[in-house]
């Protein structure tokens, strides 16, 4: 069936493709090289595996870009549900876009530092490695920042999806439960961060949502119901 037939299942396939660099970038990368609390062994093993960590750059900055048509594609899937509700729901996963792109600057800095440029030869290594901790830390903080709107968006969304007709009403429920996650996370991080660790447990169950909604889109597909006139157009021929 083609993308034009199931507009669904193409924006499936999008969301999919989007995710996976990111997934890599936030999840793989960090869990690899960045020891928290020991900006020493972060700095080596970034210095051991330099191409790694550039791949996480890369793959961060092609998932935020990619993920502009992605939110184009729901948005063509579900204006016909609401035209106000996919509008919102199209300028909050927009405006996180510019965040996560330009958050990379400090993956980038953490970098620069690490490889110790000629002109950071006045500064001692350890000075260096702390400094390259603290970048990487703002780097995670900049996520943070991101992920208030990672979540907000999935509120419009799932009401959407709950009242589209052609997608399943629960995945709209989960979808908007997902929000949660997202904002927990990062409120967590900013008023509690000795808690974030068990508040991001408690949330899990509800982290799903998104997930279940993508792989729906992209194995079932969803097609939105032709309006009357439509409808008639195509009886008349």
């Given at each position: 069936?083609?993308?034009?037939?199931?507009?669904?299942?193409?924006?499936?396939?999008?969301?999919?493709?989007?995710?996976?660099?990111?997934?890599?970038?936030?999840?793989y990368?960090?869990?690899?090289?960045?020891?928290?609390?020991?900006a020493?062994?972060?700095?080596?093993?970034?210095?051991?595996s330099e191409?790694l960590?550039?791949?996480?750059?890369?793959?961060?900055l092609?998932?935020?870009?990619l993920?502009i048509?992605?939110?184009?594609?729901?948005?063509?899937?579900?204006?016909?549900?609401?035209?106000?509700?996919?509008?919102?729901?199209?300028?909050?996963?927009?405006?996180?876009?510019p965040i996560?792109?330009?958050?990379?600057?400090?993956?980038?800095?953490?970098?620069?530092l690490?490889?110790?440029?000629?002109f950071?030869?006045?500064?001692?290594?350890?000075?260096?490695?702390?400094?390259?901790?603290?970048?990487l830390n703002?780097?995670?903080?900049?996520?943070?920042?991101?992920?208030?709107?990672?979540?907000?968006w999935?509120?419009?969304?799932?009401?959407?999806?709950?009242r589209s007709?052609?997608?399943?009403?629960i995945l709209g429920?989960?979808?908007?439960?997902?929000?949660?996650?997202?904002?927990?996370?990062?409120?967590?991080?900013?008023?509690?961060?000795?808690?974030?660790?068990?508040?991001s447990?408690w949330?899990?169950?509800f982290?799903?949502?998104?997930?279940?909604?993508?792989?729906?889109?992209?194995?079932?597909?969803?097609?939105?119901?032709?309006?009357?006139?439509?409808?008639?157009?195509?009886?008349?021929?």
């Open positions: 069936m083609t993308p034009t037939r199931n507009p669904g299942r193409f924006a499936g396939l999008l969301y999919v493709v989007a995710s996976i660099p990111g997934a890599f970038a936030l999840v990368v960090p869990g690899k090289l960045i020891v928290h609390g020991n020493s062994a972060t700095a080596s093993n970034i210095a051991a191409t960590f550039r791949l996480g750059i890369a793959c961060n092609i998932s935020q870009v993920f048509w992605v939110a184009l594609a729901l948005y063509d899937l579900l204006k016909g549900v609401s035209q106000r509700r996919a509008s919102v729901m199209l300028g909050l996963i927009v405006i996180s876009i996560a792109l330009l958050n990379e600057l400090n993956a980038i800095a953490a970098l620069i690490v490889r110790g440029a000629d950071l030869s006045i500064i001692e290594k350890p000075q260096r490695d702390a400094l390259a901790m603290l970048f703002l780097h995670s903080r900049g996520f943070g920042i991101a992920e208030i709107f990672w979540g907000l999935l509120v419009p969304l799932g009401l959407l999806v709950y007709g052609f997608v399943p009403r429920v989960l979808v908007i439960a997902n929000c949660f996650t997202y904002l927990a996370d990062s409120f967590a991080s900013l008023l509690a961060p000795q808690y974030q660790a068990v508040i447990r949330m899990m169950p982290s799903f949502g998104e997930l279940f909604f993508m792989f729906w889109l992209l194995i079932m597909g969803a097609a939105p119901k032709p309006t009357s006139s439509a409808a008639a157009a195509t009886a008349v021929k």
